[in-house]
Each structure stands twice: as C-alpha cells, then as structure tokens.
C-alpha cells in the first residue's frame, strides 16, 4: 500500500533583502513528508534548516520573499474534505485561519520566547481550539486538562493557573508541545525542542513526541544540529548546506552509507565518548557569502576531494539506491573512488551502539 504523502516541496527558493544585497537563502529545496513518519533537517548554523521550515508555516521575516517553487499539502478539512494546497498560494490571514495551529504546529527551541509571559498556561492552550474549532469554553478547558496530562505533567488542574514563570524548563516545552498538539495538526515541525534543556529532561522530551506521533500517527520535521538525536528519533535524514538539500535518505542510509564529504564532515565532528579525544573535529573552511552567485558545488571550497568540475557546475541529485540522493560529483561514474575515512566509521558504529 503506497504511503500518504502530506507535504511535497518542490523547488522551493527563497532570498532576503539587506542593506548588503540580496541573499539567495535556499536553493531549490526538494522534500517529501509521509504521514506519521519524521523527518530530521540537519546542517550547520545558516544552512536554511529554520528558514524551510518557517516558509511551511507562512512565517518569514518581512524583508524575505519566495523566488520559485511551491509547498503542497495534502490534508483533510472540516468537511470531510480531502484537499492539496500550494501554502505558498495562501494570504497571510488565510495561513492562520485554516492551517497554521489548525493543521500544521510548531514548537520552538525556547519555550519561555514561545509562551506569553502574561497569560496562564490553560489560557494559551486553550485560545486555539476556540478561534479554529469554535468550542466552549468549558469544551476546551477539559481537553486543555487532558493534554497536560498527555505531556507528563502532574496536577494538571492545578497547571493551568499557573504563568510560565512558575514552571521549570522542562515542563514549559512540555506545555509548548501541548500547546501545538491542541487541534491535532498533521504536522508537527520541531525547532531545536530541546536545546535549552538539559541532557535527562531532553531524552524525556524526545521520548514524549515519539510516544503522542506513535498514537496520533502525525507527521514529525525536526530541525537540529544534534546527530545523536536524529539517531534516535528520524526514520529520513535530508542534509543541508548553503540553502540546499546535498544529500537525503533513510537514516540507515545517512549513518551506515553517507556519501557527500560534507556528510562525512557533519558526522566526523560528533563527540565519541570511547576515546580522549580533546579537540572535536571541525569542517575546515566556512559556508559561501549567499550574497554573491554560487558557482558550481558550494562546498568545493571545503571539499578536499572537490574535482576540477565542483568549481564549473553543479552537481545533480545522484541516484544511491533506494532512497538515497546525494548531490556530488564524486558519485559520477567516471569519478574516481573515493571511500569514507575508516575513523570516521568506527565513530559513527559507537555512537550508534552507545544509542541502542
């Protein structure tokens, strides 16, 4: 039986204006999302993780601005109604009427930025199933009450009066979660959620949105910069770099068979744990300045093993096998072969068994 898929990015390219010029910020993104599978986005700092994601959720800055490309979605309305939906085609009003909180939710890296200082907790949790669904008041505070209890907090009841301020780190990003969860989205898109937080209260965070998608079946994306998560909870990996997607596929594949040196390189700087290791290993080299034209593969740069062609033309999606798309010359045939350092295999076998 053939997966439903509930988002399809086609093309996508997006560019922001600054007093410096234009920044081409993502270039031609190509991505599928299937219903109760995740997808975890990684690359580094300024690869255009959040900026995706945000042009999902009709929230860029002012100053950014879609070039090309389109964002379907795939979802039921209220009618009973299969729809697919360019959001890109969407009016910033329509966005928030009939799909952002509604169908597709967010839950941000900081939960104390997410939170209105303000307002009680079951307030915040409560406004958007009475502005999407119309329900009471009674209506929503009950099932307010249950979420909270869904997202492992204790005294639910008690919870909802009180302010953000009066909750610890980890039980705030538990209300942000709760908070998305409210109008049981399709989607679930996770921004860094548990970078604030320390090591135990993250597995336990993690955990959590793994055991409410297993029961909802919704779709997850995460972005992180954390291999170690995207280990434990993605069953698809699309690798970033300078605004494009350079490689994707299963995250067996990504860990057991990556192909692209800057994969390679993401992996290598992972910390192991079974060795004295002082000084983690860092990708030499910076991104390219997204105010100037990219010419060719925008890692040649940083690529030791870049050919002659890296720096005339890009490189198309190469076919691995399966899933597996990497965008790299080296997977031409007529390349030579180059194989993935042994250290960094012996890194990536004990952090994968250190996640067993």
């Not at 949790?125 to 119309?134: A, L, N, W």
Request: hydrophobic content about 40%; overall charge negative; proline content about 4%.
């Amino acid at each position: 039986m053939e997966k439903e898929r509930v988002l399809s990015i086609r093309d996508l390219a997006i560019s922001f204006k600054t007093s410096n010029g234009i920044v081409n910020a993502i270039r031609g993104v190509r991505l599928d999302l299937f219903r109760g599978e995740t997808i975890a986005i990684v690359g580094e700092s300024g690869s255009g993780k959040s900026v995706t994601v945000k042009a999902i959720m009709g929230i860029l800055s002012g100053n950014g601005f879609v070039n090309d490309g389109s964002i379907i979605f795939n979802y039921t309305d209220e009618n009973g109604e299969k729809v697919s939906q360019d959001l890109l085609k969407l009016s910033n009003r329509e966005m928030q009427h009939k799909i952002c909180g509604k169908h597709i939710a967010m839950v941000f890296q900081d939960p104390m930025t997410s939170l209105n200082p303000t307002m009680t907790i079951g307030k915040q949790i409560m406004e958007g199933m009475m502005y999407h669904y119309k329900v009471s008041k009674a209506e929503a505070y009950k099932k307010a009450v249950e979420l909270l209890e869904e997202v492992g907090i204790t005294d639910p009841e008690k919870r909802m009066k009180n302010y953000p301020h009066q909750l610890s780190g980890g039980m705030r990003q538990r209300v942000v979660i709760a908070i998305a969860l409210a109008c049981d989205p399709d989607i679930l898109i996770c921004d860094e959620p548990t970078t604030a937080l320390d090591v135990t209260i993250q597995a336990k965070i993690l955990e959590l949105i793994k055991e409410i998608q297993a029961k909802k079946n919704i779709s997850v994306i995460y972005i992180t910069h954390d291999l170690g998560v995207v280990a434990k909870v993605a069953d698809y990996v699309a690798v970033m770099y300078a605004g494009k997607i350079i490689e994707k596929g299963s995250v067996d594949e990504i860990f057991y068979d990556p192909r692209h040196p800057y994969t390679w390189g993401l992996l290598s700087s992972m910390p192991d744990v079974n060795t004295n290791e002082e000084v983690l290993y860092t990708i030499p080299g910076t991104p390219p300045n997204l105010l100037n034209k990219v010419e060719g593969d925008a890692f040649a740069v940083r690529n030791e093993y870049a050919l002659n062609i890296d720096f005339r033309l890009e490189p198309p999606m190469f076919n691995v096998g399966g899933k597996h798309r990497v965008s790299s010359w080296l997977l031409h045939e007529d390349a030579p072969k180059v194989e993935m350092p042994l250290t960094l295999r012996h890194r990536i076998d004990n952090m994968l068994k250190e996640d067993e």
